[in-house]
């Protein structure tokens, strides 16, 4: 079974809305998640790392009021595209790493904004 | 120059066929290779490190050059249920951050 759960795997909304991705890691804790983003036909591209109880590190590029990111626990990353255009449509997809370093990948989510 | 290049293929093969790609990376500093599948619009899926020495799993086979700076995925006696997209990933350091090359689609026919 999945050890990391994203939720929602499919989300639809209007240009303009806040859009909430989680991710949990089920079987245990992680002490870092990370956020990617992934276009069609084109390499997953890392987007932050997500440390619990401190600041999201943001690649370069990416714009940290754009995505918020928070890691209040040890098994919740949450991922949040504020004020979404269509060019944020995309597969999000977190990871999260164990305590043995491998890394557990969520179903992704998919977002398209209209 | 991109840190992780694949051929994007696609590379379409009758079952039963061999199939090999490459990955390149740039950064000599590099620790860590993994090979992993993705299907269509699904997460990827780990499908096997990449050791100094070369590793097998099954009919899958990867190698490790770093004298010039890239891993390898050999396919043997090619199933229908490979056809996918595999990813190279390589990691730096020992901060878990993989980078990802953006895929090489295989297609297997019956």
């Known amino acids: 079974g999945a050890v990391v759960s994203q939720h929602p795997s499919r989300v639809i909304c209007k240009s303009g809305t806040s859009v909430k991705i989680e991710c949990r890691s089920l079987?245990?804790?992680?002490?870092?998640m990370f956020w990617y983003r992934q276009f069609p036909k084109k390499s997953l591209m890392l987007m932050a790392t997500s440390n619990e109880g401190s600041k999201a590190t943001y690649e370069q590029g990416v714009e940290k009021d754009k995505f918020l990111i928070n890691h209040a626990s040890l098994t919740l990353s949450t991922l949040t595209v504020t004020s979404a255009h269509p060019e944020d449509s995309s597969f999000y997809i977190c990871?999260?790493?164990?305590?043995?370093?491998?890394?557990?990948f969520g179903e992704g989510s998919r977002l398209t904004v209209l | 120059r991109k840190e992780v290049e694949q051929d994007p293929g696609p590379f379409n093969v009758p079952e039963g066929a061999t199939v090999a790609f490459n990955c390149t990376y740039s950064?000599?500093?590099?620790?860590?290779f993994f090979w992993y599948r993705q299907d269509c619009r699904k997460e990827p899926k780990l499908l096997m490190s990449v050791y100094s020495s070369g590793n097998e799993d099954g009919r899958f086979t990867a190698q490790l050059n770093r004298a010039s700076q890239y891993i390898s995925l050999l396919i043997r006696d090619s199933k229908l249920s490979d056809s996918a997209t595999y990813l190279c990933?390589?990691?730096?350091?020992?901060?878990?951050?993989?980078?990802f090359g953006a895929g090489t689609t295989v297609t297997v026919r019956a």
């Open positions: 990871s999260a790493s164990g305590n043995t370093g491998e890394l557990f």
């Open positions: 079987d245990f804790q992680a002490t870092t």
């Open positions: 990933a390589v990691r730096r350091s020992n901060d878990y951050k993989l980078s």
């Open positions: 950064n000599s500093a590099s620790q860590s």
